[in-house]
C-alpha cells in the first residue's frame, strides 16, 4: 500500500497550482478525483500550448497523473446529486477557483457538513475567502509583484523581476497538500471537518520570511544584489569563470577558510578586512573584485571540482536540459515516464515528496470524464440503469 490509500479527494482544480497541489497527494496513494467543468471542457490545462493534442496536453500531463476525471455540470440538479453522493464518501473537497467561489457554488464547509460532518473543505484561491481583494482573480506573475518578490529579483537599476518558473503557484500548491492533509488527520481524530481558506497571496507575504522580519523588526530596506548575491553574506552568490557561471555559498566560517585555501590565497581568510562575516559584508566591494578576478582564471568545471573537493558549497549554473539529464537527478530517480494517447511518450519530474519508497509506475492524466462508469459503478453503488440515466453526452455537449 502506498501512504495514501484510502484517502479521497474530490477537487474542482484548474491550471498549474491546485492540480501542482494534489499530485503530490495523488502520486503518495491518495485517490484523487477531478470534477471538471463541461462548460469548458474540463480543467483550462488540458488545453495549453503548446504541445496539445484533443482534450490533453503535455502541460496538462505535468500536473495530473494519478488522477481520475469525473466531468459533472454543477449547477444542474442531477450534477449536484452526483456531487454530493461523493460528498459522503470522501474525505476532502479541493478547489483553487476565485475566493468567492466556493461559497457561491455551495462547496464550503457550512454547505456541506449536513452531508458528511467530517468532510474537510480546502480552498486555495489567489487571495482569500475575506480582504479587499478576494472577489480578484488571482495569478502567480501578479502575486509575484503585489508580495514584493519581482522588487527584490534582477540586477540593481533593472527592470522588476520575476522568478523564471511560476514559484507562488507551486508553493501555494505545496502549502495546500500540507493543509488538506492536516485537515485530514483531524477531522478523522475529532469526526468534525472544517474549512481551509488558503491562498496565494499569503504563502507570497508568508515566504517573505527573514527579509519581513528585518523589515518589521528593524526598519530594513531591501536592495537588489548584483550577480544575486545573498544580501548580508559574502562571498554567497554568482561568479563568472572563463567560459560560464558558478556559484559559491560561504554560509559558515569554516566554509570561507576552506575558500581562502583552495583558491590559493590563504591569507584572505586572516585578513582583518574579510576575517569574519560583519568584515566581508562591510568590505564587500573590495573582496569581490578580488574574487572576481581569481575565478576568471580558470574555467567552471575546474572550479567546481577543487571547490567540491575542499567541501566547499558550490554548483555549476546549468541550463535545464543539464540539470535534467545531470547524473544526481538521474540517481534520485527524478525523471517519471508515463504515456498519453495523442502526444506518446511523456517523460516528466517526480514530486519531491518522498514517503518510504517512491512509486515505481504511474497512470498518465486522465482522459476527459475517463473514469465516470467506474466512479458511478465502484465509488457510488449507482445501478446500471441510473448510470445510462446519468449519459455523459449530457454534460459534455454544453459549450
Request: hydrophobic fraction near 40%; charge should be negative.
Amino acid at each position: 500500500m502506498k501512504p495514501l490509500d484510502g484517502i479521497r479527494i474530490l477537487s474542482l482544480e484548474q491550471y498549474g497550482a491546485g492540480p501542482f497541489a494534489t499530485l503530490q497527494l495523488a502520486d503518495l496513494g491518495a485517490e484523487v478525483i477531478k470534477i471538471e467543468d463541461p462548460s469548458v471542457r474540463g480543467d483550462v490545462g488540458r488545453h495549453v500550448p503548446p504541445y496539445q493534442s484533443g482534450d490533453t496536453s503535455l502541460f496538462f500531463e505535468t500536473f495530473n497523473r494519478n488522477k481520475k476525471s469525473l466531468v459533472l455540470d454543477l449547477n444542474s440538479r442531477e450534477g449536484r446529486e452526483v456531487f454530493d453522493d461523493l460528498v459522503r464518501v470522501s474525505d476532502a473537497v479541493f478547489s483553487n477557483l476565485r475566493g468567492d467561489v466556493p461559497e457561491k457554488l455551495g462547496i464550503t464547509y457550512g454547505a456541506l457538513k449536513h452531508i458528511n460532518p467530517a468532510i474537510v473543505c480546502c480552498s486555495l484561491s489567489g487571495y482569500g475567502m475575506t480582504g479587499p481583494r478576494a472577489k480578484d482573480p488571482g495569478y502567480d506573475y501578479m502575486l509575484q509583484a503585489l508580495s514584493g518578490w519581482m522588487s527584490l529579483t534582477g540586477d540593481p537599476g533593472g527592470a522588476p523581476t520575476k522568478t523564471g518558473l511560476s514559484l507562488v503557484d507551486f508553493s501555494g500548491g505545496l502549502v495546500a497538500s500540507g493543509a488538506i492533509l492536516a485537515g485530514v488527520i483531524a477531522a478523522r481524530r475529532d469526526k468534525v471537518g472544517m474549512d481551509c481558506d488558503l491562498s496565494l497571496y499569503d504563502t507570497a507575504i508568508g515566504m517573505l520570511t527573514y527579509v519581513a522580519t528585518w523589515h518589521l523588526s528593524a526598519g530594513y530596506e531591501p536592495q537588489r544584489t548584483l550577480n544575486s548575491a545573498h544580501p548580508s553574506l559574502v562571498p554567497f552568490q554568482a561568479f563568472k569563470a572563463s567560459d560560464g557561471w558558478f556559484v559559491v555559498g560561504c554560509a559558515k566560517e569554516k566554509f570561507w577558510v576552506r575558500l581562502a585555501q583552495a583558491i590559493n590565497r590563504p591569507e584572505l581568510s586572516i585578513d582583518p578586512r574579510f576575517d569574519s562575516f560583519e568584515n566581508r559584508n562591510i568590505n564587500s566591494i573590495e573582496l569581490l573584485r578580488i574574487l572576481d578576478e581569481v575565478f576568471a582564471s580558470r574555467t567552471v568545471a575546474e572550479w567546481v571540482g577543487d571547490l567540491r573537493a575542499a567541501t566547499v558549497p558550490c554548483g555549476a549554473v546549468q541550463s535545464v536540459k543539464e540539470a535534467l539529464t545531470d547524473s544526481h537527478t538521474i540517481e534520485r530517480g527524478l525523471i517519471v515516464e508515463t504515456y498519453a494517447a495523442g502526444l506518446g511518450d511523456v517523460r516528466s519530474v517526480a514530486s519531491a515528496m518522498r514517503v518510504g519508497e517512491p512509486p515505481t509506475s504511474h497512470r498518465p492524466a486522465p482522459l476527459l470524464d475517463e473514469h465516470r462508469e467506474e466512479i458511478f459503478a465502484n465509488i457510488l453503488g449507482y445501478d446500471q440503469e441510473r448510470i445510462a440515466q446519468l449519459s455523459p453526452a449530457t454534460d459534455l455537449t454544453r459549450t
